[in-house]
């Protein structure tokens, strides 16, 4: 198992083989597809850090812009010990596409610190930020790349960085970044963005499907910000949340979940383990579990062709980025399974980071509510679209959704023309 599972694709050959399915059913012509296939800009930094103990560490960074051809690159900054290059082309093509599913001006980019950010200090978490950022301030602005959180970072990280960057330019410059603090510019709604498009389109998918949401059994793979929220919201619509995981184990309680409860253990001890109206179960059980949703929303390459055929969702809503491969996409295909790609699925993210953008721009601060109100207007729009993509062309939703943000950044690259 373990040979096999070294064979699996990396992140940016899976990006890669959906492209080109996307491309094959586009009929994209070679010379778009050769525009299309690699980012525009690769940077890769040294992060020299002093720690606390005095002594100077070293980290690798990047930042990739993929595409800008309809607008600034946009997308998060993650620290994980795990962070590759190749990981991080990977989700920047995601977020190319992403942002044009849901038809926002933006381009794709992606960044990341390989670094176990757990094990810092405050201070030395703050001077990393600091040092990584002005290794890619001649990549970022707010017309050119505008960083937001991703897995392991948060606002307090965003505000460093706008920090940084308007220390380098001599005056404040909220628009740089998006996921701040409310205080220095950040968005109402915002840090809930992601988890409320989960819900958005997993409520549509299951009203699609006639699935009643009342009493649907969910299964939560990865109770972070995104992964808390949906199962916040599914919770409130009154489904099943019957298990949940994260980093240190799952648990499972067949009645469902008490969720805030859950999260208050969860805030306190660090881990949903330990949950005393649970039981303990193993990562392939948890997959296994015969449920009516399936949201996995902890990282890439976590539903592949070993642990596949196992999974008995009706509906998995792609709340991480990349969670299922190329080979699991067919294997869940062909059992019938409706799966809500990553980059329909958990664009509510960068939605309101376009919101928030917009609010920076123009010096205006909107309610709650109106962001509320404007995020389901996107995110319901985008799936009907979507949706149709894949009644008309007779391919899963995958293919769909892959197939209408190639083709609006094919279309523009081609109305653009090249230059010189």
Not at 20 to 43: C, F, K, N, Q, Y
Not at 109 to 136: A, P, W
Not at 400 to 417: D, E, P
Request: net charge neutral.
């Amino acid at each position: 198992m373990i040979a096999e599972l070294l064979q699996q694709k990396s992140a940016h050959e899976s990006a890669l083989e959906n492209f080109e399915i996307a491309a094959d059913a586009l009929g994209l012509s070679s010379d778009i597809r050769t525009m299309m296939r690699h980012p525009e800009r690769v940077l890769e930094v040294s992060v020299p850090v002093r720690m606390d103990d005095g002594q100077v560490q070293h980290f690798q960074g990047y930042r990739v812009q993929y595409s800008t051809a309809r607008g600034p690159a946009k997308g998060g900054i993650r620290y994980h010990p795990n962070v590759t290059l190749d990981e991080v082309k990977a989700l920047a093509m995601w977020m190319t596409w992403k942002c044009a599913v849901v038809n926002i001006p933006f381009g794709g980019g992606k960044g990341g610190v390989t670094v176990d950010s757990k094990k810092l200090s405050m201070g030395e978490l703050e001077r990393l930020t600091r040092r990584y950022t002005r290794g890619i301030l001649p990549l970022i602005g707010p017309r050119r790349d505008i960083p937001a959180p991703d897995v392991y970072t948060n606002p307090q990280v965003m505000a460093w960085i706008m920090d940084t960057y308007s220390m380098s330019m001599g005056y404040t410059v909220p628009s740089v970044v998006t996921g701040k603090p409310i205080i220095v510019g950040g968005s109402e709604g915002r840090s809930e963005a992601t988890g409320r498009g989960v819900f958005h389109t997993t409520k549509a998918s299951c009203e699609h499907l006639r699935i009643p949401l009342k009493n649907a059994r969910v299964a939560v793979q990865g109770l972070g910000n995104a992964g808390s929220v949906a199962a916040s919201l599914l919770d409130a619509a009154q489904t099943l949340v019957v298990a949940a995981s994260d980093s240190r184990g799952a648990i499972y309680n067949e009645s469902g979940l008490h969720i805030p409860t859950l999260l208050m253990h969860k805030e306190k001890t660090g881990s949903v383990v330990g949950f005393r109206r649970s039981e303990p179960i193993s990562g392939d059980e948890f997959l296994a579990l015969p449920c009516d949703i399936l949201v996995p929303a902890a990282l890439e390459n976590a539903i592949h062709s070993e642990n596949a055929s196992s999974i008995q969702a009706k509906v998995i809503a792609e709340a991480a980025n990349g969670p299922v491969t190329p080979e699991a996409d067919r294997i869940l295909d062909e059992k019938g399974v409706f799966v809500i790609p990553d980059i329909l699925c958990n664009a509510g993210g960068v939605t309101v980071s376009y919101f928030e953008w917009v609010q920076n721009e123009q010096h205006l601060s909107w309610e709650a509510q109106d962001v509320y109100n404007r995020l389901e207007h996107v995110m319901l729009r985008s799936f009907q679209e979507v949706l149709m993509m894949s009644l008309e062309r007779r391919v899963n939703m995958r293919t769909a959704a892959n197939m209408l943000g190639v083709s609006r950044v094919a279309k523009t690259i081609k109305t653009r023309g090249l230059h010189p």
